[in-house]
Structure formats: structure tokens, C-alpha cells
Nanobody, 127 residues
Framework: QVQLVESGGGAVQPGGSLRLSCAVSGYSYKRYCMGWFRQAPGKEREGLAAVAGDGYPASYANSVKGRFTISLDSAKNTLFLQMNSLKPEDTAMYYC????????????????????WGQGTQVTVSS
């Protein structure tokens, strides 16, 4: 059974940084495809970043490109999202997800066929 558990969220001032972690269990990395999403109240879920074993580089949404970095430590079964230069509009619940290779490699939302989701971790950016 695949389980994803996020951690590392919290409150931070604008311009600050946070690193989110996603502990993964029961997932096969043979054809891995994993990503980070967020959802703010009253807004649609947004795909932020994805990484996969498909030979293509990590992909990012325009809203976070240059500020957020996704990485995978398969030896530690952990997916990370390093978030720098945080803005109030980054406030949301953040989720990690995993699945199989999907379609468009440079679109985090469509890169994977996400079958597994974590429960989320809250990030609040406020002064």
C-alpha cells in the first residue's frame, strides 16, 4: 500500500524559506513520477513541480519557477520541495503526489498519472 506523508509546513514571513518533505512508502521507483500541488481556499488545485524517471528535467509551474526546487532522495524515500522567496500568495495547503508517467513532461499537472496523494501540510506566508 502506497502512503505519502507531508511535513515541514508552517508560518513564515514574506521573503522567507521553507522545505517541505514527503515521506514515501510502498511505492516502486522503477518508473517513478512524483509532484507537488497546492490548493488555497476557494481556488483550484495547482500543480507546482514534478520529477520523473523519464529522462526529462524537473518541471515547474510559472508561478514558482526560479523560487521552488523539487528533489527526490530515493535512498531515503523522501520527496522534497525547497521554497524560497515566499510570497503571501503562496499560502495554501501543499500536497505531494505520486503515480506513473503521464503526458506532457513540462507540465507538472499532466506529467504524471497521479494515483497516490498525501494528506497535505499547511503553508502560511504572512507578516
Amino acid at each position: 500500500q502506497v502512503q505519502l506523508v507531508e511535513s515541514g509546513g508552517g508560518a513564515v514571513q514574506p521573503g522567507g524559506s521553507l522545505r517541505l518533505s514527503c515521506a514515501v512508502s510502498g511505492y516502486s521507483y522503477k518508473r517513478y513520477c512524483m509532484g507537488w500541488f497546492r490548493q488555497a481556499p476557494g481556488k483550484e488545485r495547482e500543480g507546482l513541480a514534478a520529477v520523473a524517471g523519464d529522462g526529462y528535467p524537473a518541471s515547474y509551474a510559472n508561478s514558482v519557477k526560479g523560487r521552488f526546487t523539487i528533489s527526490l532522495d530515493s535512498a531515503k524515500n523522501t520527496l522534497f520541495l525547497q521554497m524560497n522567496s515566499l510570497k503571501p500568495e503562496d499560502t495554501a495547503m501543499y500536497y505531494c503526489a505520486a503515480g506513473l508517467h503521464g503526458g506532457i513532461w513540462d507540465n507538472p499537472t499532466q506529467r504524471c498519472r497521479y494515483n497516490y496523494w498525501g494528506q497535505g501540510t499547511q503553508v502560511t506566508v504572512s507578516s
